[in-house]
């Protein structure tokens, strides 16, 4: 199978190309890109297109696109939602709709791993995998919030992600160890995400939609 991979979950976008042998081509952006400006609306495209260029395939060839569908930003969201439907309906393929938090816990060492995309008002979202599997369901928590639960439940998880880098000092003053700030553990990658997709059923474009987790920071007056 030949999938077509993106996320836009943090201010990076990560693109790649799942090939039927089960090679990898892909766009992965530096981790401190992750500290910058999103800027999904010019890098998504020339990611998707850079990947494709170098896999030698187009649209036609693909069997599927899979999305990150968060949680994280609301725009980055959109924009990779929107860009997997639009992509999809062109070739008339199906979406694969991945947990953005499953796709970076799937980088994490074996074991417990704590997956935190910055959720901005000083909260992050998180779930908890042990050994692939998830443990706990997606959550957004403040730092504290996060410490205490981690306290009741007697574990000390391995924590990646941006989120992770925001609140390092507070994370690991909760017994929490958190990949080296350089580490590319923290950027979620596109591979992985087309690997999950493997297991999950096709979708129709139009059924394919953002996990926000919660309600957006803007609201209409």
């Known amino acids: ?3 077509l991979g993106l996320d836009t979950s943090t201010a990076a976008s990560s693109a790649a190309i799942l090939q039927p042998d089960g090679t990898i081509v892909e ?3 530096p981790v ?3 500290a910058g400006r999103p800027g999904h609306a010019r890098e998504l495209l020339p990611a998707i297109d850079g990947v494709m260029r170098r896999a030698g395939v187009t649209v036609a060839d693909l069997d599927a696109i899979a999305v ?3 949680p994280g930003t609301f725009t980055g969201l959109r924009i990779g ?3 997997a439907r639009a992509l999809a309906k062109a070739g008339g393929l199906p979406v694969r709709g991945v ?3 499953a796709a970076l816990a799937a980088g994490l060492p074996s074991g417990s791993g704590l997956p935190l995309i910055d959720a901005k008002r000083a909260e992050v979202y998180g779930a908890l995998y042990d050994a692939g599997s998830q443990v706990w369901p997606a959550f957004a928590l403040t730092v504290a919030a996060l410490a205490r639960r981690l ?3 007697g574990t000390t998880p391995f924590a990646a992600g941006n989120g992770s880098l925001r609140f390092r000092e507070e994370l690991e003053e909760a017994g929490v160890e958190v990949a080296h700030p350089g580490s590319p553990l923290h950027v979620v990658s596109a591979a992985h995400l087309c690997r999950l997709a493997l ?3 096709d979708s129709a474009p139009e059924r394919v939609v953002p996990n926000y987790l919660r309600d957006p920071d803007a609201a209409p007056r």
């Open 1 to 3: 199978m030949r999938i």
């Open 81 to 83: 939602v929107a860009t």
């Open 151 to 153: 306290a009741d439940a």
């Open 199 to 201: 297991q999950i059923p």
């Open 27 to 29: 766009q992965t952006p």
């Open 32 to 34: 401190e890109r992750l």
């Open 99 to 101: 947990s953005s938090l």
């Open 68 to 70: 990150g569908l968060g």
